[in-house]
């Protein structure tokens, strides 16, 4: 929680808030939806293949640069 915080905060101050953030790992459930409200994009847990987290990342960045 105090990590993914302060990554979000270091962005918005230097006005790139609009870098996805995601992460993973050993992170408790019950923090997922603080995380989501924080800003962070999608958080993996154990055990997500390494090809659900690359898929993830290519649909993210072609929707981000698609032309609005």
Avoid: C, K, Y
């Amino acid at each position: 929680m105090t990590l993914f915080a302060r990554v979000i905060e270091l962005l918005r101050e230097r006005g790139v808030g609009d870098i996805t953030v995601f992460g993973g790992g050993i992170i408790p459930v019950q923090d997922i939806a603080e995380l989501t409200r924080m800003g962070v994009a999608r958080i993996f847990t154990p055990g997500t293949p390494t090809t659900a987290i690359v898929d993830w990342v290519q649909s993210d960045l072609a929707t981000a640069s698609a032309p609005a």
